[in-house]
DNA sequence: TTACGATATATGCCATGGCATCTAAGTCAA
DNA sequence: TTGACTTAGATGCCATGGCATATATCGTAA
């Protein structure tokens, strides 16, 4: 099959579909490995990975980083907290917020479920962004995520 | 600020959460124009597109492209025949399965919903796509879209 | 034809996220 | 200090998707 290689201008939707597709696809293979191997989803590894990276952050910090609602995010730090993986401790520095760390259990899962995770990941995608046209894709997401965030793009609103 | 060109091997983790968080901006940001001007949200909009371009598909044909649940593909469909924008007739030649196609007032929405939504991409990444290493984005996507389905990774039960 | 296994999808239950709302707490000005 | 406004996040209701199951139909072999 000849590799499709057009030369006008960008078909925007056409790599929005594909972008869309690699993500669900992905998402769902870490998904089920992550849950077989640690009894977690991809969306409660970046949350513990995310605590463990900054440790002390505040619900909010956690909802802008993710762009979901601030419900959802408590809710979700909610299971994790149940799971005794996660602590709230109030703010001393103002008591309507929390801040979240991981407690000894959370970092050991985090850095467990981080070695199947990478290794998972690297199983589907390594070859593909290691070709000559990788690095130009990491550059292009790190770039659109700064351009996204920048200009607060996509932010839910509870 | 200096742009981090990292020589080294692709941190394949950063890459996908890049990919993750802009795909959740960007689709938080077409549901929310394509909500107030057409009443559908992204995931409507891309059901309506498919069968207008496959006219005649079924209910597995939905659920293989996006990666979902058939389930939740039959729900999806339920709700587009309740606004008379899609229908169901069985299928002469396997009656477990229904065809399915665009009314004409699905037509309508569908070319609407689609000029909304290719306008609003290209505000949001037109620029960054538009650069040097847009094309190889493009190529990368592409690439890793038609691997991760011939090897069927991620592909949910129901 | 009948019986059995496979397949397409419709449906029910559960988990999760969005959004609205509620409460506690902080800020500020008079 | 008090009262009005703002903010952080916890909670309730609803919509949607995953997965298990139920139902109808199909294909095949006896």
Redesign the pocket.
Same mark, same amino acid.
């Given at each position: 099959m000849a590799s499709k290689s057009s030369r006008g201008p960008i078909d925007l939707p056409g790599f929005f579909a594909d972008l869309v597709r690699c993500e669900t696809r992905l998402y769902?293979a870490l998904n089920?490995r992550l849950r077989e191997r640690h009894g977690i989803?991809t %969306?409660q590894f970046e949350f513990l990975r995310f605590l463990r990276d900054h440790p002390g952050s505040?619900? /909010?910090?956690l /909802?802008t980083e993710f762009?979901? &609602?601030? &419900? /959802? #995010? %408590?809710?979700?730090?909610?299971?994790l907290e149940r799971q005794a993986w996660v602590t709230?401790r109030t703010?001393p520095s103002?008591?309507?917020?929390?801040l979240l760390d991981l407690t000894a259990e959370g970092l050991q899962l985090v850095e467990a479920a981080e070695a199947t995770f990478t290794t998972t990941l690297a199983e589907l995608i390594a070859d593909v962004l290691g070709g000559p046209s990788g690095p130009a894709a990491v550059q292009v997401f790190s770039e659109l995520r700064s351009v996204l965030e920048r200009d607060q793009v996509g932010l839910? #609103? &509870?």
């Open positions: 769902n089920d989803v %969306s505040r619900v /909010a910090d /909802a762009a979901i &609602g601030i &419900g /959802a #995010t %408590s809710k979700g730090i909610d299971r709230r703010n103002d008591r309507r917020s929390s839910p #609103t &509870g």
